[in-house]
């Protein structure tokens, strides 16, 4: 049971390159969320998903566009990257409702240059 | 607007010592709170929770107290142990809500 798996582990990109980054899932969960971790300030919400086919803004959504065709796959794509987006990309997964623990992948770690 | 803080970037403490982890948070409709545990390279995972029905709840060493009036709670580790070394993250939600929000994070090191 591998729980919640992100694709690739690292990347540098150059500014204005387009790359996505894969989520995937096989504990059967309805929500998704994709979060960024940058120093000091914590894990921020870029966008989450409710089920197959939902998508949803969070905290931070510019720059960053997300698709869930499948329900176990919540792909997170940037257009044209810019140093700005420099971070450690989390993936996280829950079931709901009433059930808050979530599920993280290991991270992306991206530098844009 | 940063809805759930943690005021305290790091934290260092003696094995055997208590460990205290706090976290305030400014929205009252938030009423599910969380601690999450991260290892540097590993993604976080749920340490602990406390509904706020509840002021304190314990799992072992690790107890987490609200107080609701404050909007705030906090984190004992007691006794700490070096294996805790970590970065602490504080979440709250809404029951009815979709999403959790997180605070900044705390480095704990517990040393030997």
């Not at chain 2, 938030?30 to 340490?47: C, Q, S, V």
């Not at chain 2, 984190?75 to 970065?87: F, K, M, R, T, Y």
Request: aromatic residues 12%; hydrophobic residues 30%; contains cysteine.
């Amino acid at each position: 049971n591998a729980g919640v798996t992100q694709t690739p582990k690292f990347r540098v990109l150059k500014t204005g390159q387009s790359m996505t980054l894969l989520c995937a899932q096989d504990m059967n969960h309805e929500y998704m969320y994709w979060y960024r971790q940058d120093p000091g300030m914590g894990l921020r919400l870029i966008h989450y998903s409710v089920g197959e086919g939902t998508t949803a803004k969070g905290e931070v959504p510019d720059g960053y566009n997300v698709s869930r065709l499948k329900k176990q796959n919540f792909l997170l794509g940037l257009e044209s990257a810019a140093p700005s987006q420099t971070s450690v990309y989390f993936c996280a997964s829950r079931r709901p409702p009433g059930s808050y623990g979530y599920t993280f992948g290991s991270g992306t770690r991206l530098t844009v240059v | 607007d940063q809805q759930v803080k943690q005021n305290s970037p790091s934290l260092s403490v003696q094995e055997g010592r208590i460990s205290i982890l706090n976290c305030d948070y400014t929205n009252s409709m938030f009423d599910y709170f969380l601690w999450y545990k991260k290892y540097p390279a590993e993604g976080p995972t749920f340490l602990i929770s406390i509904s706020s029905i509840k002021d304190k709840n314990e799992d072992g060493r690790f107890t987490v107290f609200l107080n609701k009036s404050a909007k705030h709670l906090s984190l004992h580790i007691v006794p700490s142990q070096p294996g805790d070394s970590a970065v602490y993250f504080c979440a709250a939600s809404r029951t009815s809500g979709s999403r959790l929000t997180f605070g900044e994070g705390t480095q704990l090191t517990v040393n030997p």
